[in-house]
C-alpha cells in the first residue's frame, strides 16, 4: 500500500490512497476495508466524499467509469474510514486487484493524509 504523493487542495476525486490485494494462498474475499489517517487533515470536514475504487483496468489511473462505480462510500468515525462492502469481492488464488481510495479536499485545507490499512486479518466463517 502506499498514500499517494501529494494531495491536491480543493479538488474532487484525488487520489489519497492506493493499494493493491492478492491471494498467494487460496482464494480471498474482500468485505470490509478500514482505513486508519495518521495526518493533520480533518476527516469528514477537511477531507469528503471518501469512496473506495475499483482499479478495474488495473493501469493504475482513475478514469470516469471507475469514479461513477465506486465499490463503497466510507464512513468516518474519528481517525478512521470503514468501507462495508454489500457484495463482497473475490479474488483468486495467484491473483490481485488494485484499489484507489479517493476523496474530495476542501479548498482550506492544511496538512496533510497518512493513511494507512488498519489491520490484514483473515476471517473464517
Known sequence: NSPATSTQVGANNVNLFEFNLSADEGNS??????LHQNGTLVLGTDVTSI???DDVN?????DAAELST?????????SDVTFSIS???YINQGSSRNYFVVANVS???NGTVIPT?????????
Not at 488498519?118 to 473464517?124: A, D, F, G, Y
Open 29 to 34: 474475499t474482500m468485505k470490509k476495508v478500514i
Open 51 to 53: 469512496r473506495l475504487i
Open 58 to 62: 488495473s493501469n493504475g489511473v482513475i
Open 70 to 78: 465506486p465499490i463503497s462510500t466510507g464512513t468516518v468515525s474519528g
Open 87 to 89: 457484495s463482497p469481492i
Open 107 to 109: 479548498s482550506t485545507a
Open 117 to 125: 490499512i488498519v489491520s490484514n486479518r483473515q476471517s473464517i466463517l
